[in-house]
C-alpha cells in the first residue's frame, strides 16, 4: 500500500438542515444525501509525489442514506497538477491505498458504484473556517457558498460546531450556512441555505491524524 497523508482545510456543503443529522448517525434531513465537498491541500504526498498547494472536490449524490449506497460520484482535480499529481488524488478519492472504512474517500467511493468521469480543472477558493464565510468554484462545474447561520430571533451570526473525536473526515468542523448550485457536473445539485462545514484536512490511509 502506498502511503499517503493531507494537511490543508475542506469545505463540504450538503442537502440537509443545519448540523447534518448524518453527523450524529442518524438519518438525512430528506432522506437522501447530496454534497459538494472541496479540499484546498497545503502540504502533502502519496509516495514520493509531493501534493502540496493542489486542490480538489467531488460532487455526490445518493438516493437514500449514504450507507445504503447505490450513489453516484464525480471527482475534480486541480488543472495544475500533473500526470503523477492527477492520479495520486484520484486514488486518494476512489479510496485506493486506504486501510477499509479508514477515511470518508473510502466510504464514499465504496458507495458510490457510478463514478462519473474525472475533470481537470481550476478550482477557486476563498473561506475562513474561522468566520464561517467563503466561496469555491469551478467554472462551468459548480458554486458553493457559505456565510454564519443567522440566528433565528436576532438574526446575528450564530456559531455552532460539531466535535467527532473519531471522524474519519475530521475531528471538529465549524457549521455554516451553505448555498451550492452545479452548472455543468454529471451531477445536478443544488442547495439552498442547508448544511455546511469547514474544517482542518489532516488523514492519511489510516483515517484521520491527531486531534
Not at 463514478?115 to 467554472?139: C, P, Q
Request: glycine share 10%; aromatic share 8%.
Amino acid at each position: 500500500m502506498t502511503e499517503w497523508k493531507l494537511q490543508g482545510e475542506t469545505l463540504a456543503n450538503c442537502n440537509c438542515d443545519f448540523g447534518c443529522p448524518c453527523q450524529f448517525s442518524s438519518l438525512p434531513s430528506h432522506g437522501n444525501c447530496e454534497a459538494v465537498v472541496v479540499f484546498d491541500i497545503t502540504s502533502g504526498h502519496y509516495g514520493d509525489t509531493d501534493l502540496s498547494g493542489l486542490r480538489a472536490a467531488g460532487v455526490y449524490h445518493w438516493p437514500g442514506p449514504i450507507h445504503e449506497g447505490n450513489g453516484q460520484m464525480q471527482l475534480i482535480i486541480d488543472e495544475r497538477a500533473d500526470a503523477d499529481q492527477r492520479a495520486a488524488l484520484q486514488a486518494i478519492m476512489s479510496g485506493e491505498d486506504t486501510d477499509e472504512m479508514a477515511t470518508m474517500w473510502y466510504v464514499y467511493s465504496a458507495m458510490a458504484p457510478t463514478k462519473h468521469e474525472t475533470l481537470f480543472a481550476g478550482i477557486d477558493v476563498n473561506w475562513s473556517r474561522e468566520d464561517r464565510t467563503g466561496y469555491a468554484k469551478v467554472k462551468n462545474v459548480f458554486d458553493v457558498d457559505v456565510k454564519p447561520i443567522a440566528h433565528i430571533v436576532s438574526g446575528q451570526p450564530h456559531r455552532a460546531s460539531i466535535q467527532l473525536p473519531h471522524g474519519f473526515e475530521y475531528r471538529h468542523a465549524e457549521v455554516a450556512s451553505g448555498t451550492a448550485r452545479t452548472n455543468g457536473s454529471a451531477i445536478n445539485l443544488t442547495f439552498e441555505s442547508s448544511h455546511a462545514h469547514l474544517a482542518h484536512l489532516n488523514i492519511s490511509g489510516h483515517g484521520v491524524v491527531g486531534p
